[in-house]
């Protein structure tokens, strides 16, 4: 079983600011890391979900509270859902390069 990254569509309307189109910086943020390094993304199931909540698949495998994205759940149990321990989480169980202070 693979980790499974949970990042946010690209493009999504917001009702909130009368409708205006949205992305997320931070799930382009690992958007982008795994566009650098795609033989390491291969060990990661990505699984992008819509703006609205709840978000099902996320609450499916991380639960209502935590549907924060992105978030990477671990294979092996546990989670990390800031954008901070999922840049570490990726770093650490994916070998992605580590982001320069």
Not at 4 to 10: I, K, P
Not at 43 to 50: A, D, H, K, Q, T
Not at 54 to 67: S, T
């Amino acid at each position: 079983m693979k980790d499974t990254l949970f990042v946010l569509d690209f493009d999504w309307p917001d009702p909130a600011y009368e409708g205006r189109r949205f992305y997320c910086k931070d799930s382009v943020t690992v958007e982008g890391l795994l566009a650098l390094f795609p033989e390491r993304a291969a060990n990661i199931e990505v699984v992008r979900v819509g703006w609205p909540r709840p978000r099902a698949a996320v609450v499916a495998r991380l639960g209502e509270a935590n549907q924060n994205l992105p978030a990477l759940a671990f294979a092996d149990g546990g989670f990390a859902n800031d954008i901070e321990a999922v840049l570490a989480a990726l770093h650490k169980r994916h070998g992605f390069p580590e982001r320069h202070p």
